[in-house]
């Protein structure tokens, strides 16, 4: 059932609109839903503010969009393969998304997006950065950009996932590091075209991008450094301060994200939920 009107109010000049005038824990129609998708195309992140989620609901909110996304490096790591809790406890050393990245990238047909949804929220630090890959490629030099086209990155969760990568230790929120892990890797253009948009975006992260496609890692490093740096330049990025029921909907194709790890004493908590996407091109 359609709540009213749908308010949207941009959050920065590079991305992000808060939207209101909305609950997503109800029944939305076509409509409203499509307005949703419209506005996360333009704005590559939206975020609502006051919504009471239980599981369910953030499930069916997620499903309005796509299919849900299993994550490989966390099945077997709760209770329900279709989430993923977040969470830092003080005293933590290390925590999920301390590095610019797009989500899962290491697998053929990365998300589309994700939904995060602020359960326990510090009175302050752990706010989320993003920025906005649109606007990465398109501050690229012409010359820059023609030798981008047609190059190929290659992808791998080998720095982020299994006992050699070392990250569950020091870290509340766990991945898969038994003898059985295996590495995914995965190969995806450099510039990638959104296929809702149809307009162009630079496509690697620090997490996921280990080189290029032909190349070695030491004959990709002076490149891939550059992109990495440009592409979350800060006239690139956003900032959103949580509170307990704030969701952030982000489209994985066209952003990168970063946690700020400035939570200090405090517990933090959020569910999220990622949602199915298609072969990079």
């Not at 006051?50 to 299919?67: I, N, T, Y």
């Not at 610019?100 to 302050?124: K, Q, R, S």
């Not at 979350?232 to 969701?247: A, L, N, V």
Request: proline share 5%; charged share 30%; with cysteine.
């Amino acid at each position: 059932m359609r709540n009213r009107r749908l308010e949207i109010r941009l959050l920065s000049g590079a991305g992000g609109a808060e939207i209101s005038g909305v609950d997503v824990a109800q029944d939305l129609d076509d409509e409203t839903v499509g307005e949703i998708r419209d506005a996360l195309n333009e704005h590559c992140v939206v975020f609502f503010r006051d919504q009471e989620l239980d599981v369910g609901r953030h499930k069916a909110f997620a499903r309005r969009f796509g299919e849900i996304f299993i994550h490989p490096n966390y099945v077997g790591t709760g209770d329900d393969p279709e989430i993923v809790m977040v969470r830092r406890q003080p005293g933590d050393t290390g925590y999920v998304g301390e590095d610019w990245h797009a989500d899962t990238t290491m697998v053929a047909e990365p998300p589309m997006g994700a939904i995060l949804y602020g359960i326990d929220i510090p009175e302050y630090g752990g706010d989320t950065m993003f920025a906005n890959q649109y606007l990465a490629y398109e501050t690229l030099s012409e010359g820059m950009k023609k030798m981008l086209a047609g190059l190929r990155a290659v992808h791998s969760d080998i720095r982020v996932a299994g006992p050699q990568a070392d990250k569950n230790k020091g870290r509340s929120t766990k991945h898969r590091d038994g003898a059985d892990w295996r590495e995914t890797r995965s190969v995806h253009p450099v510039v990638r075209t959104h296929p809702e948009t149809g307009r162009k975006m630079l496509f690697v992260n620090k997490s996921y991008t280990v080189g290029f496609e032909g190349m070695t890692e030491a004959e990709s490093k002076p490149l891939l450094d550059f992109l990495m740096a440009h592409g979350d330049r800060p006239e690139f990025t956003f900032r959103y301060r949580w509170q307990k029921g704030s969701i952030a909907f982000w489209d994985n194709r066209s952003t990168k994200h970063i946690a700020m790890g400035d939570t200090g004493p405090f517990h933090r908590l959020l569910r999220r939920i990622q949602i199915c996407g298609d072969k990079p091109v």
